[in-house]
C-alpha cells in the first residue's frame, strides 16, 4: 500500500486527518519540521514549504497528498513568511506531488476566500477579490487558491476544501478559534463584540477531507462547516459545557478597533503578538455565515453537534494546562 503524504500533521486539522487515516487502515507519512507527530505512529520526513527538493523527498512513493499544512497567524512581525509557506509552498508541494506521480490530491484552503459579503450564508458560487481579503493570511490563501485552481485546470488532480472555524481536541497552538476557547477558560473575555462565525468539529473537518479525496471533483471547492453562531452565542455555549459565566456586555466595534489599533500598534514596537490584533477586528466587522450544502450534497458530508465539539475542546486544553 502506498503511504499518503499529509503535510500539517503537527498542526490541528492536519492531525486530526493523519487520525483518521489511521484508523481506516492507512499508511501515513507526513511532512515535518522539526518535531514529531504527537500521539500518532505515523513516518515522518524532514522538509519545508519553501524547499521543493525537501518535497519532492517526502512525495516519492505516494499515492495521495493532503496539503493541509498552512501559517495561520492574525499577525506576524513579517507578514511576507505567510505568502512564502502559503502561497510558494503550495505551488511547490503540488509541483513535488505530480513530479512523484501521486494520484489524488487534497488541498486545505479557508472560509476566509469564500465571498461573504451580503446577509445570507456564503456558499462555493459567492465571488470575492483579493481587495477584499483583511490581512496577510486571508491575502496569501487567496492567492494560493487561485493558484491550486490554475494548476487543477492544468490537469492537476487537486480538490480544494474550505473548513470554517474548527473547534475541538488536539488545538495544539491553539489556533486562533482554540485561543476564544482558552481565553474564555481563562477569564480574559469580559465582552463581545457584535459578530458571528461558522464553528464546525474538527473531526468532522477530517471527514471532509477524506470524502473531497474519494468523491470531490477536481478543480471544484467544497465548504466544510456546521453551525452559524453569533459570538454571544458561542459563549452562551462555552458556559453550558464549562461551567464558567459567560460575558454579557457588548461592546461598540469603534471601541474594539482602537483597542486593535494600539495593540497592534505596540506589537509592532515590541515584537510581541498583540493581544488584540487588528485583523482580527476588522473581521469581526462582519458575520462569516456560510453553507456547506455543496459538500452535503455531492459529497455525503454531515457535521455533528458543535456543542460536544466545544465541550471536547474545554476537557482537552483543562487536561493539557492550558487554562
Given at each position: 500500500m502506498k503511504p499518503t503524504l499529509v503535510t500539517g500533521a503537527?498542526?490541528?486539522?492536519?492531525?486530526?486527518?493523519?487520525?483518521?487515516?489511521?484508523?481506516?487502515?492507512k499508511s501515513v507519512r507526513a511532512l515535518v519540521r522539526k518535531n514529531p507527530v504527537p500521539d500518532l505512529d505515523v513516518e515522518t520526513v524532514q522538509g519545508d514549504l519553501r524547499d521543493p527538493v525537501s518535497l519532492e523527498k517526502a512525495a516519492q512513493g505516494c499515492g495521495d497528498v493532503f496539503h493541509v499544512a498552512a501559517d495561520y497567524r492574525l499577525w506576524a512581525a513579517d507578514p511576507q513568511e505567510m505568502f512564502r509557506s502559503n502561497v510558494d509552498g503550495t505551488v511547490n508541494l503540488l509541483n513535488?506531488?505530480?513530479?512523484?506521480?501521486?494520484?489524488?490530491?487534497?488541498?486545505?484552503?479557508t472560509i476566509g476566500c469564500i465571498g461573504l459579503e451580503g446577509p445570507e450564508a456564503g456558499t462555493e458560487r459567492a465571488e470575492t477579490s483579493l481587495k477584499a481579503m483583511q490581512g496577510a493570511y486571508k491575502q496569501s490563501k487567496y492567492l494560493a487558491e487561485q493558484k491550486v485552481l490554475e494548476m487543477a485546470k492544468a490537469g492537476c488532480p487537486v480538490t480544494i476544501v474550505n473548513p470554517t472555524a474548527p473547534i475541538g481536541d488536539?488545538?495544539?497552538k491553539?489556533?486562533?478559534?482554540?485561543?476564544?476557547?482558552?481565553?474564555?477558560?481563562?477569564?480574559?473575555?469580559p465582552a463581545f463584540v457584535d459578530t458571528g462565525m461558522n464553528l464546525v468539529d474538527v473531526r468532522d473537518i477530517a471527514h471532509g477531507h477524506l470524502l473531497a479525496l474519494e468523491k470531490g471533483k477536481h478543480g471544484e471547492r467544497y465548504i466544510l462547516g456546521a453551525e452559524n453562531l453569533t459570538l454571544q452565542s458561542i459563549f452562551q455555549l462555552l458556559e453550558k459545557v464549562s461551567g464558567r459565566v459567560a460575558p454579557s456586555t457588548k461592546i461598540p466595534y469603534a471601541v474594539a478597533f482602537t483597542a486593535g489599533l494600539f495593540s497592534t500598534g505596540w506589537a509592532k514596537i515590541s515584537g510581541k503578538?498583540?493581544?488584540?490584533?487588528?485583523?482580527?477586528?476588522?473581521?469581526?466587522a462582519k458575520r462569516m455565515w456560510a453553507s456547506h450544502e455543496k459538500a452535503a450534497k455531492e459529497l455525503g458530508?454531515?457535521?455533528?453537534?458543535?456543542q460536544e465539539a466545544l465541550a471536547r475542546a474545554?476537557?482537552?486544553?483543562?487536561a493539557n494546562g492550558y487554562t
Open positions: 503537527t498542526g490541528f486539522v492536519g492531525w486530526h486527518v493523519a487520525r483518521l487515516l489511521l484508523e481506516q487502515g513535488s506531488a505530480r513530479k512523484a506521480g501521486c494520484e489524488r490530491i487534497v488541498y486545505t484552503s488536539h488545538d495544539f491553539p489556533t486562533p478559534t482554540g485561543k476564544i476557547v482558552v481565553d474564555f477558560l481563562k477569564g480574559k473575555m503578538e498583540p493581544r488584540v490584533p487588528l485583523d482580527a477586528v476588522r473581521m469581526s458530508y454531515q457535521p455533528s453537534s458543535v474545554v476537557d482537552w486544553f483543562r
